[in-house]
């Protein structure tokens, strides 16, 4: 299942996939879907994006570490 998301001034690769996958680590799943803004870094409002369902192998424990987990 996919879901679509509006955004808003402000959203960024990283919040939005803590905000639905309670991971920034997993942000790869959200611009994978999305490649065509990729090179985004900062969004402006109304872009719609596909948030698509978390696979089971991403919720893995075997994640590496961000450098700011630390």
């Known amino acids: ?9 402000g959203d960024t690769w990283d919040t939005l ?3 639905f996958y309670g991971s920034e680590k ?3 799943i959200l611009i ?3 490649s065509q803004y990729a090179d985004i870094v900062i969004f402006s409002p109304g872009i ?4 698509p369902e978390t696979p089971l192998s991403a ?8 450098p700011w987990d630390d």
């Not at 299942?1 to 001034?9: A, F, N, P, R, V």
């Not at 919720?59 to 961000?66: E, G, H, Y």
């Open 1 to 9: 299942m996919k879901w679509k998301y509006i955004t808003e001034q």
């Open 17 to 19: 996939a803590f905000d």
């Open 26 to 28: 997993l942000m790869h």
């Open 32 to 34: 994978e879907a999305n």
């Open 48 to 51: 719609e994006l596909i948030i």
């Open 59 to 66: 919720q893995s424990t075997n994640l590496v570490k961000a």
